[in-house]
């Protein structure tokens, strides 16, 4: 099976662990959360504080 390409920002597990900042960073600057990866696996999807906030009220 083929992985489909996404349209969304990506980051992998060993790239929050050298800078989670930067991630959120991308977050933000996409307007969109960030699927994060770990062996070709998405395995969660990184927001911000305010992209949280927005889900939480709708």
Known sequence: MAMRILDIPTTSISN???????VFQKAD???AGVYVF?????VGVMLTQKQYESLNKE
Not at 16 to 22: A, L
């Open 16 to 22: 929050i662990k050298r800078s989670p900042m930067e």
């Open 29 to 31: 600057q996409e307007a």
């Open 38 to 42: 770990n062996r070709e696996k998405v």
